[in-house]
């Protein structure tokens, strides 16, 4: 009678237990993936030329604007690096703009092997020049 009831009660209760399934979210792998030392550069001053291309163009109408390529770097002897980037800036009316920025990279100068007298900053990107090719 005993084995009876436990029978019973175990069965009711797995009928009555609602039964839950998961499925892991699988996140893709990136293979083969891609990229370059422009593609590097890009990511880190994109913020920095971003920022500048909303304050000269500030009330104009445009889409955005694009990264076209870099054109120049010069590396300077206090452990920086001035990098010439060449935007494009596409406009409602179809009269693309292009505009050159140079770009000041500071990495910082963390290492004992940097000479400290040329090298005393922290990592810093700043616009050094803006210009306007055609407007």
């Known amino acids: 009678m005993v084995k009876q009831c436990l029978c019973l009660v175990g069965s009711l209760l797995f009928a009555f ?14 293979e083969n993936s891609h990229f370059t030392t422009e593609d590097i550069v890009s990511d880190l001053v994109m913020p920095t030329i971003d920022k500048r291309v909303i304050k000269e163009y500030k009330g ?16 300077n002897n206090n452990h920086s690096y001035d990098i010439d980037v ?3 800036i596409p406009s409602k009316d179809n009269n693309d703009i292009e505009d050159l920025v140079k770009v000041r990279v500071s990495p910082s100068c963390d290492s004992e092997k940097i000479n400290k007298q040329k ?3 922290d990592f810093n990107i700043e616009i050094i020049d803006y210009k306007h090719l055609s407007r």
């Open 119 to 121: 090298c005393n900053h």
């Open 86 to 88: 060449k935007i494009n």
């Open 17 to 30: 237990t609602v039964v839950h399934t998961v499925n892991a979210e699988t996140i893709p792998e990136v």
């Open 60 to 75: 104009d109408d445009l889409f955005g604007w694009e990264w076209q390529r870099i054109v120049g770097i010069k590396y």
